[in-house]
């Protein structure tokens, strides 16, 4: 073999080594998961449907969603970026273990608004009081839930009619819609006929501040209140 030869040999040589030890490299959109026809997303899919569980719902729960909520705190930063891209933000109280979406207020900006706070209606809002306090006297007496019958909710609000008051039967429908509304709202969660489950969430709709302002207005009797 001449000197030449040897050369080339080792030029080759080296140069297959290289191409060994520096795997080349794969554009970061190749490594993009493609779920459907067209599909131009780059979150894989497991925080893909968590940022669609959060604007679908009030909120994400880890009892609820236990595989859901690691996916999240896992891109808690990314699904963050992704909201704040629409002006919303992302809430996550790792106490209660719980995530929800706030609109992105502030001044001088023209946003869009796309979460509205809609006012509780005045049945509404003594049931959250009702259910609050509950939950409250249940944590602080190391009970793991906290529950509540129908007609625990229907008494406690019928207490607050007028004295004269005669159409009972169309309070009852009122307050049966209300009732319908925070589970609606995952207020509460009904476990059997009549009967509800508190849900922790009812912590962070009405902290301690709110609570003392919403029993003031109870007291100076407002017929309605935002929530």
Not at 136 to 153: H, I, K, M, N, Y
């Given at each position: 073999m001449t000197d030449l030869d040897v050369d080339e040999v080792e030029a080759t040589t080296g140069t297959d080594a290289a191409r060994g030890t520096f795997v080349e490299t794969v554009a970061i959109e190749d490594d993009d998961e493609v779920l459907f026809a067209g599909d131009t997303g780059v979150l894989p899919f497991e925080a893909r449907r968590v940022l669609a569980l959060l604007l679908q719902r009030r909120y994400l729960s880890a009892a609820d969603h236990p595989a859901e909520w690691k996916h999240l705190l896992t891109h808690q930063q990314v699904l963050s970026s992704r909201l704040h891209d629409l002006f919303v933000e992302l809430v996550v109280d790792r106490d209660y273990e719980i995530a929800y979406k706030r609109q992105v207020r502030s001044e001088g900006l023209a946003i869009p608004v796309l979460l509205r706070d809609e006012p509780y209606k005045r049945i509404e809002t003594l049931l959250m009081l009702f259910v609050r306090n509950r939950f409250?006297?249940?944590?602080?007496?190391?009970?793991?839930?906290?529950?509540?019958?129908?007609?625990?909710?229907t008494d406690y609000t019928l207490g607050f009619l007028a004295h004269d008051e005669t159409n009972l039967a169309a309070r009852r429908r009122e307050i049966d819609n209300a009732v319908a509304t925070l589970v609606r709202e995952q207020v509460l969660a009904e476990v059997a006929a009549g009967r509800y489950r508190i849900l922790p969430v009812v912590e962070i709709l009405l902290p301690v501040d709110r609570l003392a302002e919403l029993t003031a207005w109870l007291r100076a009797d407002t017929p309605e209140v935002s929530a």
């Open positions: 409250r006297q249940e944590q602080g007496s190391g009970t793991a839930a906290a529950f509540v019958d129908a007609e625990e909710l």
